[in-house]
């Protein structure tokens, strides 16, 4: 293991806790830009406060929650809010690259949080650290690509066994999880968070639409007015995405599989065609597809010199890497910070950014935290939904989330920014009601 650092008075394991004070003002900023968030650990303090309560008991006291987030400081906000809620926390990343180190440095120095993590982890020390995690025994499980679920299934059977359940909150990760509940394999119920409506249209389509584009202009300092971009993928992501770069002035191509998704993408202005003839119009190219291959050597091939390669994605391997690096006479030369040229026999550079991991974190500080505050609150609810025992007897299944939890979330976003909804009068709701005209 690289070189690190343990936390004074915990078995944290992370780059150098001397940087705690700039993270710390990191958290103060996004806190105070999270209101949802905010309201609901009130709320449920405030209820098992009041009249009736069992002497003030935390509602997440006595339990371990193990999760394997980005860890950046919208997440360090979420990971206070279950301790103070009661919890023992226990963190790893989610990406080699995601990590803020001043971020976990201020983590650390939190009573009741431990954390196993440093930016730029070698896929030995990712791995060891997500093992980290699980090691320590979850009753719930807080998920982002599904990485600490499968180590635990793999790696501590048993432990797996007493999980009371999980919350994961990528389509990647839900996709990973519904395969492994098809097999018979998931030993615990999971909540697919980023399958509600809360999440899924905010954070990966608002979230990843800007945060994509923040990372690419932060790492390139290039205009995206008047380039022709490749978008792989169309669903909430791919879309965000899309919406973004027209809005910058670009134009867009979509790539995609599923004839209904490509019609919308028609709908919406956007020129549909196979990735084969796309290589060879395209300036950027962003994978938002959540499978391998959607850049490959055969395409790679074909793009242009000079060209932008970019995953945001929650794995790396959307842009086959090995046949990028094949296609080269040599290794990759760092131009920039996330940038890496790769020269072609034939002479052409091609521009890899963020080592083909998710552009948004590994170049930028991810989603906009007015963004994460919503999905951060369906997190704290979906652990407490597990936590007062709704999952109980499920067994190994992926499970939808409540849509009152939905809701609640959507109203209290409303209610923080002063906005009031119309409501029907009684008339309206007979009507709606009746069958008859």
């Known amino acids: 293991m690289s070189e690190g650092a343990e936390g004074a008075g915990t078995d944290s394991v992370i780059r150098d806790p001397g940087l705690a004070p700039g993270g710390l003002l990191k958290i103060e900023w996004v806190k105070s830009h999270m209101p949802v968030l905010a309201a609901i650990t009130a709320e449920l303090l405030g209820f098992c406060a009041g009249p009736g309560s069992a002497s003030g008991r935390q509602p997440l006291a006595g339990l371990r929650v193990a999760a394997c987030l980005h860890l950046e400081a919208k997440t360090a906000n979420l990971l206070l809010s279950l301790r103070d809620l009661g919890a023992d926390v226990v963190a790893c990343g989610s990406n080699p690259l995601s990590t803020q180190d001043d971020v976990v440095a201020a983590l650390i120095g939190e009573p009741g949080i431990r954390v196993y ?101 932060r790492c390139t300092n290039l205009s995206v007015a008047g380039k022709t971009v490749v978008v792989a993928g169309y669903g909430f992501c791919g879309r965000g995405v899309a919406m973004r770069a027209v809005g910058l002035g670009a134009r867009v191509i979509v790539v995609e599989v599923d004839p209904v998704a490509a019609n919308e993408a028609l709908m919406d202005g956007h020129a549909v065609m196979p990735m084969s003839a796309a290589a060879e119009a395209g300036d950027v190219f962003v994978t938002t597809t959540g499978c391998c291959d959607a850049v490959r050597g055969e395409h790679l091939a074909r793009i242009r010199d000079g060209a932008l390669l970019a995953n945001a994605g929650h794995f790396n391997v959307e842009i086959n890497l090995a046949h990028l690096a094949a296609l080269c006479k040599g290794p990759p030369r760092r131009v920039r910070a996330n940038v890496d040229e790769y020269r072609t026999r034939a002479g052409r550079r091609l521009y890899l950014l963020g080592e083909g991991r998710l552009v948004n974190l590994a170049a930028a500080d991810g989603h906009p935290t007015e963004v994460m505050d919503l999905s951060f609150a369906l997190q704290a609810l979906a652990v407490l939904h597990i936590a007062t ?40 709701q007979d009507y709606l009601r009746a069958w008859q005209v």
């Not at 090691?135 to 679920?149: K, N, Q, R, S, Y």
């Not at 994961?168 to 394999?185: K, N």
């Not at 939905?406 to 119309?422: M, N, Q």
């Open 117 to 217: 993590a440093w930016h730029g982890a070698t896929p030995d020390e990712y791995h060891r650290f997500v093992g980290m995690a699980a090691a320590t025994g979850p009753d719930i499980v807080i998920d982002d690509g599904a990485d600490l679920i499968t180590t635990l299934h793999a790696d501590y059977p048993d432990l797996a066994a007493r999980v009371r359940g999980g919350a994961e909150e990528t389509t990647t990760g839900v996709i990973r999880l519904t395969a492994m509940a098809g097999d018979g394999a998931l030993r615990f119920p999971v909540l697919a968070v980023n399958d509600t409506p809360m999440k899924r249209i905010f954070d990966n389509k608002y979230g990843t639409g800007q945060s994509c584009w923040d990372g690419i202009m």
């Open 389 to 428: 025992g709704q999952l109980d007897g499920l067994g190994g299944r992926v499970v939808r989330m409540p849509a009152a939890l939905d809701r609640k979330v959507a109203e209290l976003r409303l209610a923080s920014l002063g906005v009031e909804l119309e409501r029907l009068t009684p008339a309206q």
